[in-house]
């Protein structure tokens, strides 16, 4: 069984920065995309940032050049750099990742979520 485990979420102030990170543990064969997706109450869940076991990278809009994703296959982590926070940032940020496994094949699987609170 696969598992995602995020950590990093808190409260920090406008124009602050939180690293946050995102570990899989299990049978893994193989990882390919993974990504940050977040959700603010009464909203639907967005998609953040994604990089692509080739490396390549996106990004929402409205995190472009504040925001950084990246990721360590080593130790199957994926980070999100979040710099130059805004209040509008304030959500639940859940990791994702499209991993193989030798008993399930491909499948998507989710982190649990961390908050992250933007506020003076």
């Not at 899989?24 to 909203?43: D, E, F, N, V």
Request: proline residues 2%; glycine residues 10%; aromatic residues 10%.
């Amino acid at each position: 069984q696969v598992q995602l485990v995020e950590s990093g979420g808190g409260l920090v102030q406008p124009g602050g920065s939180l690293r946050l990170s995102c570990t899989a543990s299990g049978s893994i064969l193989a990882i390919y995309t993974m990504a940050w997706y977040r959700q603010a109450p009464g909203k639907q869940r967005e998609l953040v940032a994604t990089t692509t076991s080739h490396g390549s990278t996106n990004y929402a809009d409205s995190v472009k050049g504040r925001f950084t994703i990246s990721r360590d296959d080593a130790k199957n982590t994926v980070y999100l750099q979040m710099n130059s926070l805004k209040p509008e940032d304030t959500a639940v940020y859940y990791c994702y990742a499209h991993i193989a496994t030798s008993s399930r094949g491909l499948n998507n699987y989710w982190g649990q979520g961390t908050q992250v609170t933007v506020s003076s």
